[in-house]
């Protein structure tokens, strides 16, 4: 039996942010977890409802299992992050397979964060708030950029305009 990705009621504050794993438990609860803290969560079991469910949700961050049938989520990783459209997009991967090599990957595909099962969900949420800190942060140095450059040009402009 296949199950559907879940289409939850949107609030426009809220973070969006794309779960799959292929492991009914834990995507429950983390999809619990994220809810009770605030975030809309889409859910998807395996790789393709993965990647339809992005495609039709526009996450804000997502939450990837590595070993998923259909799709893993090495490859969904390495195809949002070499996408010019999606690269800014912050990917957790959450995998089971803890060897260096498998982080390696994790990094050779883009991944933001690499998180090894059995976890704490108070991991998962310090890694998912450090990425929307960061996300923040870089936001908050584009904006005081854009800032000095209107203030600059406005001084300019200023110096231009004759005297009476």
Do not use: W
């Amino acid at each position: 039996m296949t199950e559907n990705v879940e289409i939850p009621n949107e609030n426009e504050d809220s973070q969006r942010i794309l779960l799959a794993d292929d492991e009914a438990s834990i995507r429950r609860i983390l999809e619990t977890r994220l809810k009770m803290a605030g975030y809309e969560v889409y859910t998807a079991q395996d790789g393709e409802e993965a990647v339809n469910a992005f495609n039709k949700f526009n996450p804000d961050l997502v939450v990837l299992d590595v070993m998923m049938p259909k799709i893993n989520g090495y490859k969904i990783c390495r195809l949002l992050k070499f996408d010019s459209r999606y690269k800014d997009i912050p990917i957790i991967l959450v995998t089971a397979r803890g060897h260096e090599q498998d982080k390696a990957i994790g990094e050779e595909t883009g991944a933001d964060e690499y998180i090894t099962k059995p976890f704490e969900f108070a991991n998962v949420f310090e890694k998912i708030e450090a990425i929307q800190k960061d996300l923040l942060d870089q936001g908050l140095k584009e904006l005081n950029g854009a800032f000095e450059e209107i203030k600059e040009s406005t001084i300019q402009e200023t110096r231009e305009i004759p005297k009476k």
